[in-house]
């Protein structure tokens, strides 16, 4: 077999979407995919997205030696143009055999306007998978009505449902969390409610149950069938009814300190702020990286209000310094958000009979609600 960087130029390369809405461990997903592509000799290429800057996704990617574009400030479907660009510049570095892409978490409608217009305009460039979409199930039972538990409103529910139609790949995530009658449960659902998806069943974090699906997105191609359809303003609203916080910190310390202890007490005093203000908390990501460690971070993960976070990746040793990204989305006003973070901040301001043991200065902050998605196409088959 030719080295992967010696790929002719007009060899067609694999083109791999993994949705799923937001805290459902796409990005955990998309990097044991890409290993597993690696691991067959394959070059891979990932392209992170959302609809802010400053990501923990793209940052985790990175720290585990993968070649990532980021496109931020709007989903894959209206920067259609800067998706094409990023597959572009990874090709022109390190020329993949396979793309792996991550869409926003709160995007869908993404077989009408990215698949088929990838397909339709590049066709020669790339063969596309089965549109996968990654599941929760504590998330997933709740709005299907089979667990009880914190919920969002009608048009955010709305958001999800349509991402879970359009799926030819169902992936039940996190089933390391679940019992077993809960977890047939679910499935159970599912393909009644979806009989022309494909499920499957795994465990990213824990990397289980991967192989069904892996063989499927590196052998099969994506079906031409009818667009889903979807009223435009309704998904707009749900959208909008998301807030965005994303935060790039410094961090210093007088003396060395435990990060990882650290930054679950951030997480989980954050949790109860956001708890308090009714903040329907879709994710909230954070990583510390200290300063002078080889692609070494930290990464707490809370999905649910009423879960305690969660320590993903662990620091190996104490730290002084290092930088701290905070990626928050919850269905509440931007301000809400602002507000506990920076109430949260504050309180960290001063320990020890006010001598700080550790500060936090802001490098970038932006909270927002996303905009109404404008698709740059949107075609069905045949168009």
């Known amino acids: 077999m030719a080295e992967a960087g010696d790929r002719p130029m007009k060899q067609t390369a694999r083109y791999v979407m993994i949705g799923g809405f ?7 997903s998309v990097a044991r995919l890409a290993q597993r592509f690696t691991d067959q000799g394959l070059k891979v290429g990932l392209i992170t997205n959302d609809q802010g800057s400053n990501l923990v996704d793209t940052q985790t990617l990175r720290s585990r030696g993968f070649a990532v574009e980021e496109i931020a400030g ?20 390190s020329r993949p055999d396979v793309f792996l892409a991550e869409p926003v978490g709160s995007c869908t409608d993404l077989v009408a306007t990215v698949s088929y217009p990838l397909r339709r305009l590049y066709g020669d460039d790339f063969t596309i998978a089965p549109l996968s979409v990654v599941i ?47 977890r047939h449960r679910l499935h159970r659902a599912l393909a009644e409610r979806y009989p022309e998806a494909t499920i499957v069943e795994v465990s990213a974090r824990e990397n289980l149950g991967l192989d069904p699906w892996f063989q499927q997105l590196a052998s099969n191609e994506s079906a031409q069938r009818a667009t889903m359809d979807i009223d435009y303003t309704t998904y707009g609203e749900g959208e909008a009814l998301l807030g965005w916080l994303n935060a790039t910190l410094r961090l210093s310390s007088q003396k060395e300190m435990d990060g990882n202890d650290w930054l679950a007490a951030l ?18 990501k954070m990583t510390l990286s200290p300063d002078g460690g080889l692609n070494e971070l930290g990464l707490v993960n809370l999905v649910h209000l009423d879960f305690v ?75």
């Open 74 to 93: 709007g989903c894959f479907c209206c920067r259609f143009d800067s998706l094409s660009t990023a597959a572009r510049k990874l090709d022109e570095a």
């Open 309 to 383: 976070p969660e320590t993903a990746e662990r620091l190996r040793d104490p730290l002084r310094s290092g930088q701290l990204i905070v990626n928050l989305r919850a269905e509440a006003a931007p301000d809400t958000l602002r507000a506990c973070f920076e109430a949260e901040l504050a309180s960290r301001g001063s320990q020890d009979g006010g001598a700080p043991s550790a500060r936090l200065q802001v490098e970038h902050l932006e909270c927002f609600r996303p905009g109404q998605p404008t698709p740059t196409h949107r075609m069905t088959v045949g168009s």
């Open 267 to 284: 997480a989980s005093s954050l949790r109860d702020r956001l708890l308090a203000a009714d903040a329907e908390v879709a994710h909230l």
């Open 136 to 182: 929760d199930p504590i998330r997933a039972s709740r709005i299907l009505g089979l667990r009880d538990g914190r919920k969002f409103s009608d048009k955010v529910t709305y958001v999800y449902l349509k991402q879970l139609e359009e799926a030819e790949i169902l992936v039940i995530n996190k089933v390391d969390l679940l019992a077993e009658t809960d």
């Open 22 to 28: 937001l805290g459902a461990g796409k990005s955990t």
